[in-house]
């Protein structure tokens, strides 16, 4: 086993991209549709709209050739907490997610990428990323002072290396 999965595996924060509309942020977490724990952080926020597309895994008790097919939830929630109890007790494997807020704010998921997290402005982005540094136990990182749109490993100890540098 290499140094890199074990250092990608403890990770909570792996990248982070500001983006340059100066409200959102693109952040890859270590497993990210597998940590949708990361939604109850947002339970005080009415939702607005929800698209949520899954399929059915019943694990070990599934046949090999048994497909089934993707389908959206229709479920209405209020807040995530909701959401994310229902969820807890379904066989689901989400493909993609989208949440409306009622402030405004949106998640979005990328596929293999993490979660894209819009704001209504720059000081609610800093707010919102100072919270995530807070649960990975690394310093606050000041977004504005990154470039845009360019990718920045996160280590361990807080430190950025942009993407470009490793090639």
């Known amino acids: 086993m290499s140094n890199t999965y074990i250092e990608h595996s403890f990770k909570f924060i792996y990248t982070v991209e500001p983006r340059g509309d100066d409200k959102s942020i693109a952040i890859d977490f270590c497993h990210a549709r597998q940590a949708l724990w990361i939604l109850n952080h947002f339970s005080h926020l009415e939702i607005k709209k929800l ?5 059915v ?6 046949r090999k050739d048994t497909k089934y097919p993707e389908r959206k939830l229709r479920k209405k ?11 807890f ?7 993609h997610f989208q949440i409306d807020f009622s402030n405004g704010w949106r998640i979005k998921d990328q596929p293999y990428m993490g ?12 707010e919102l990323f100072n ?17 845009k749109n360019i990718t920045h490993v996160v ?3 807080g430190k950025l290396i942009e993407i470009g540098q490793f090639f």
């Open 51 to 55: 698209e949520l597309s899954y399929r």
């Open 57 to 62: 895994h019943n694990g070990y008790r599934q």
């Open 77 to 87: 929630f209020t807040n995530t907490r909701e959401l994310i109890a229902y969820l």
């Open 89 to 95: 007790h379904q066989p689901y494997q989400i493909s």
């Open 115 to 126: 979660m894209i997290f819009q704001t209504n402005n720059s000081q609610e982005r800093q």
């Open 131 to 147: 919270r995530f540094c807070d649960i990975a136990a690394i310093p606050h990182i000041e977004l504005n002072e990154l470039k």
């Open 155 to 157: 280590q361990h100890d």
